[in-house]
């Protein structure tokens, strides 16, 4: 498995608990152990003789990786936590936070009728629902780039 793969790995885990995303990885990998163990160019550096660690040294940078993806994801998880993003339709207004939770519902005009009442509202939380999906898309965008793992952004799949 390489590093992009194990790292994207890793950002699946710590992201399914929360809100469902779909990635794409490479169907077929090359496993550079295989290729040792058949035969196949060896890496002098990565000899114990040249005083490497094998494949340990591979393994602990795949680790640290996967450990930088965890806090970034979740101080991103906290920020959007806070992030408060508004819809509205008609009189209604809906306050969800950057994970799509409900935080306030404000209804202005009281004389309209039930039906009327509950369009705009479904409107409202749409809304306001369409535009946190699209700031968490943004946000996920700039995390992925900035751990190197291009391709794997935009807005989640719903």
Do not use: R, W
């Not at 809304?127 to 900035?146: I, R």
Request: some cysteine; charged content about 20%; aromatic content about 4%.
């Amino acid at each position: 498995m390489n590093s992009l793969t194990f790292s994207a790995v890793c950002l699946c885990l710590l992201l399914s608990s929360s809100t469902s995303f779909t990635f794409f990885l490479p169907s077929s990998t090359s496993s550079s152990t295989s290729l040792n163990l058949f035969g196949g160019k060896k890496d002098p550096s990565s000899s114990p003789a040249a005083g490497g660690m094998g494949g340990m040294g591979n393994m602990m940078e795949q680790f640290k990786k996967a450990q930088e993806i965890a806090k970034k994801t979740q101080e991103l998880q906290s920020d959007l936590a806070k992030e408060m993003i508004t819809g509205t339709a008609g009189t209604v207004t809906v306050t969800v936070n950057g994970q799509q939770k409900p935080e306030k519902v404000e209804l202005g005009d009281m004389t309209l009728s039930a039906e009327e009442m509950s369009e705009d509202v479904k409107k409202a939380i749409d809304d306001a629902h369409a535009k946190s999906m699209k700031v968490m898309g943004e946000k996920m965008q700039t995390l992925y780039e900035g751990l190197g793992l291009p391709g794997m952004g935009g807005a989640p799949e719903q």
